[in-house]
């Protein structure tokens, strides 16, 4: 099997299929997995914590996501929403932020 590309689809694919047993190869065009990412991202636990269960003890995490806005725009008008929580206890409510070069470089 072949995967094209080494960001969190592409290696999280790789992982679960080698996983499963299978020859995989990833094809990455960066020198390594994660050279071609320029930003920040988030970690959604409900979806990560199913596959590496408590990744945050071993993750290079940056800290807890408590507060977001969201914008609709148009040429005429804009509304921005915000949400705030407390940290939630239950691990797979919460989302992390993380540099992905930081991620991604980090020996797993």
């Excluded at 020198?31 to 199913?50: D, F, L, P």
């Excluded at 914008?71 to 540099?99: C, G, H, M, P």
Aim: charged share 25%; hydrophobic share 35%.
């Amino acid at each position: 099997m072949i995967i094209v590309g080494g960001g969190i689809a592409g290696c999280t694919a790789e992982y679960m299929l080698a996983k499963e047993g299978l020859e995989v190869v990833l094809i990455e065009r960066g020198n390594s997995v994660g050279a071609k990412n320029i930003s920040g991202g988030r970690i959604y636990a409900h979806s990560i914590e199913k596959i590496f269960p408590n990744f945050k003890d071993q993750a290079p995490i940056e800290r807890v996501i408590t507060s977001e806005k969201l914008s609709f725009i148009t040429q005429e008008q804009n509304v921005t929403l915000e949400y705030k929580s407390k940290a939630s206890d239950d691990k797979f409510e919460r989302s992390y932020s993380v540099l992905r070069v930081k991620f991604d470089e980090h020996p797993h």
